[in-house]
């Protein structure tokens, strides 16, 4: 079965730094191209970022508002996927999903999120 | 960027009943538009791909149509479990986006 958990969220001040993991399992994680999706409080879903496989590149990509201040990487290794995010914003208040990419680009497999929230 | 607008914004139908949703493409996402279903506290699930094609595992109650900027997703008799939010998703054009998403509510 396919499953993806995140974790990591939590309370964290304006311009603070926060790490999410996304653990995998049930497909081969090295293959997949997988993204990061997020949802504010009470409010639609906004793609935040996605990168490659390493046989396709391993390459990232991230929505305008987010550019510069997150980083996505994995670690295949460990089967896990990473979001990296600095100067944080209260506006990136939100829960994060991790998501499987399937081969025509679909956000197939959710996670359950993980919610983070920017305040002082 | 693609603007995806989706309306009804609220539709409030009984059980058994048929339920229409739109979503409307500021530019022609040719058939490359999604369909998610949200429900309270659950993350999304992909529900119809390539504009008419059903995910694994989503009953034919489901059906979506449409081409370039205008689609529908139709279920057929609304089931207790279908009382959810939808959102419409397009990857014609980057970065991918979503629709505001239309609330299906228990009338």
């Known amino acids: 079965e396919v499953q993806v958990v995140e974790s990591g969220g939590g309370l964290v001040k304006p311009g603070g730094s926060l790490r999410l993991s996304c653990a995998a399992s049930g497909f081969s994680f090295s293959n997949a191209w997988m993204s990061w999706v997020r949802q504010a409080p009470g409010k639609g879903l906004e793609w935040v970022g996605r990168i490659k496989s390493k046989t396709d590149g391993g390459t990232t990509d991230y929505a305008a508002p987010v550019k510069g201040r997150f980083t996505i990487s994995r670690d295949d290794s460990k089967n896990t996927l990473y979001l990296q995010m600095n100067s944080l914003k209260t506006e990136d208040t939100a829960v994060y999903y991790c998501?499987?990419?399937?081969?025509?680009?679909?956000?197939?497999?959710w996670g359950q999120g993980t919610l983070v929230t920017v305040s002082s | 960027e693609i603007v995806l607008t989706q309306s009804p914004a609220t539709l409030s139908l009984s059980p058994g009943e048929r339920a229409t949703l739109s979503c409307r493409a500021t530019?022609?996402?040719?058939?490359?538009l999604a369909w998610y279903q949200q429900k309270p506290g659950q993350a999304p699930r992909l529900l119809i791909y390539d504009a008419s094609n059903r995910a694994t595992g989503i009953p034919a109650r489901f059906s979506g149509s449409g081409s370039g900027t205008d689609f529908t997703l139709t279920i057929s008799s609304l089931e207790p479990e279908d009382f959810a939010v939808y959102y419409c998703?397009?990857?014609?054009?980057?970065?991918?986006?979503f629709g505001q998403g239309t609330k299906v509510e228990v009338k």
């Open positions: 530019q022609s996402v040719s058939s490359y």
């Open positions: 998501t499987t990419l399937d081969g025509n680009g679909w956000f197939r497999n």
């Open positions: 998703q397009q990857r014609s054009n980057w970065p991918p986006t």
